[in-house]
């Protein structure tokens, strides 16, 4: 693959797409796909009870920390819309950029 890269390039770049698509440079095992699957029950009741829980508390301090990151733009743009309507009312006397 290097070698076409080096004397033709459209081959090196036919054969990586080829070993992209056949899966030959990825893991056989799976590697990266298994990180966005969810884990299965491991047999202990009391712990996956627990990780349930977990993961439930979790996800409900994630979306209030959404939320408060909402406030808190919806805040910013709120003091910026302001300040450019206080700057866009003012006299243009007062204004040294039309000067």
């Known amino acids: 693959m290097v070698l076409g890269f080096v004397f ?7 054969i990586l797409f080829y070993m992209l698509w056949s899966g030959r440079m990825g893991c056989n095992n799976g590697g990266w796909r298994r990180k ?6 491991t047999g202990n009741a009391a712990f996956d009870e627990y ?4 993961l439930r ?8 920390f959404v ?3 909402d406030k808190l733009r919806r805040a ?11 700057d866009r009312n003012r006299p243009a006397e007062s204004d040294p950029t039309t000067a």
């Not at 033709?8 to 036919?14: D, E, F, K, S, T």
């Not at 966005?36 to 029950?41: I, K, S, W």
Request: aromatic content about 12%; glycine content about 6%; hydrophobic content about 40%.
């Open 8 to 14: 033709v390039w459209p081959i090196g770049l036919a």
């Open 76 to 86: 910013k743009d709120r003091a910026e819309f302001d300040q450019f309507m206080n």
């Open 57 to 64: 508390r979790l996800e409900e301090e994630r979306s209030a």
């Open 36 to 41: 966005f699957t969810r884990v299965d029950a």
């Open 51 to 54: 990780r349930e829980e977990t």
């Open 67 to 69: 939320g408060f990151l």
